[in-house]
């Protein structure tokens, strides 16, 4: 399976500030996506990482708030723009491959003070 | 609607014991994918287990296993012989139609706590 590497793995930050998020896997990949899991909660699908193209937001996110980028089929971006404290969460990459299950980065845990 | 229901918010289950995990699951689409995802206090998402809707057999992975009841929307996670390791956040997760690979739907977990 790939190995994914997702960088901050944690990070404190003040509101009204941004964070990049970065995934990097050591193969180049289908499909990417960005999870947010809310304290005590399960993981919700932000969006899906399009390589070239802008991604595709679920119901609830915007790009405005959530930018994201994948330049190519190995790497992606996501930004969590003018944080609050209620975007405090772990937020996942993980990795589709044709017939293969798909895979989580270790999460970044994000505190926003 | 919610689409994949776990019921079981924590359990207890005893070392060297087997546990059964419950996942029901709603869809209409004739092609979906049924996922066992293990989370410790770490945060890391751990893949278990996959079981297709086509799969005529039930998915078996080590001392995991998934008892696959189609015709109840059922897909239960059994860990057998459940060591001090296994304590962690338990996730059931579907994934939908050929148009949607890899977009997966979580249920709300269930917690496990291993005791000696």
């Known amino acids: 399976s790939a190995v994914i590497s997702q960088k901050p793995s944690r990070d404190i930050c003040q509101r009204g500030t941004s964070l990049t998020i970065q995934c990097q896997v050591d193969?180049?990949?289908?499909?990417m996506f960005w999870y947010r899991q809310q304290p005590g909660q399960s993981l919700t699908l932000i969006a899906t990482?399009?390589?070239?193209?802008?991604?595709?937001?679920e119901s609830g996110f915007v790009i405005d708030k959530f930018p994201i980028s994948r330049p190519n089929l190995t790497f992606s971006t996501l930004t969590v723009s003018n944080m609050s404290p209620e975007d405090s969460s772990i937020y996942l990459c993980?990795?589709?491959?044709?017939?293969?299950?798909?895979?989580f980065g270790d999460g970044t845990r994000l505190s926003i003070l | 609607a919610q689409k994949i229901t776990q019921t079981q918010p924590g359990m207890f289950v005893q070392e060297k014991e087997a546990v059964t995990l419950d996942c029901t699951y709603d869809?209409?689409?004739?092609?979906?994918?049924l996922f066992w995802y293990k989370q410790p206090s770490s945060g890391e998402m751990i893949f278990l287990i996959y079981?297709?809707?086509?799969?005529?057999q039930n998915a078996t992975e080590g001392r995991y296993s998934l008892n696959f009841q189609k015709a109840r929307k059922s897909a239960n996670l059994v860990i057998s012989a459940s060591q001090l390791g296994d304590s962690a956040m338990y996730f059931c997760?579907?994934?939908?139609?050929?148009?949607?690979?890899?977009?997966?739907?979580f249920g709300a977990g269930t917690q496990v706590v291993v005791t000696p």
């Open positions: 993980s990795v589709h491959n044709g017939s293969q299950p798909q895979h």
């Open positions: 193969s180049q990949v289908t499909m």
């Open positions: 990482a399009n390589q070239g193209s802008e991604a595709t937001y």
């Open positions: 869809t209409s689409d004739p092609s979906y994918g």
């Open positions: 079981q297709g809707s086509y799969d005529q």
């Open positions: 997760a579907m994934r939908e139609g050929r148009g949607s690979w890899g977009k997966l739907q």
